[in-house]
């Protein structure tokens, strides 16, 4: 998550895991669609937390990739 718009206009940067959601606030999410669409109907308990780490284990993936790709440019 990259922020917290609150209702009393307030503005949450990368909060943490501590920090509390309220009714009114307005979440800004970044990240791939599948991902995205996928929060949607993540559930609490085990098999929320093992579909976190699923997510994460993709997400670093891609990034090792990427950088992969951008080494192997520099070379070219």
């Given at each position: 998550?990259?922020?917290?718009?609150?209702?009393?206009?307030?503005?949450?940067?990368?909060?943490?895991?501590?920090?509390?959601?309220?009714?009114?606030?307005?979440?800004?999410?970044?990240?791939?669609?599948?991902?995205?669409?996928?929060?949607?109907?993540?559930?609490?308990?085990?098999?929320g937390d093992q579909?976190?780490?699923?997510?994460?284990?993709?997400?670093?993936?891609?990034?090792?990739?990427?950088?992969?790709?951008?080494?192997?440019?520099?070379?070219?």
């Amino acid at each position: 998550m990259l922020g917290i718009h609150r209702a009393n206009g307030d503005y949450v940067g990368v909060p943490c895991g501590k920090t509390r959601i309220h009714a009114e606030d307005r979440l800004v999410l970044y990240g791939p669609e599948q991902t995205m669409n996928e929060l949607d109907v993540r559930r609490r308990g085990i098999s929320g937390d093992q579909a976190h780490d699923r997510a994460v284990g993709e997400t670093q993936q891609r990034r090792e990739a990427e950088q992969r790709r951008d080494e192997q440019s520099s070379y070219d």
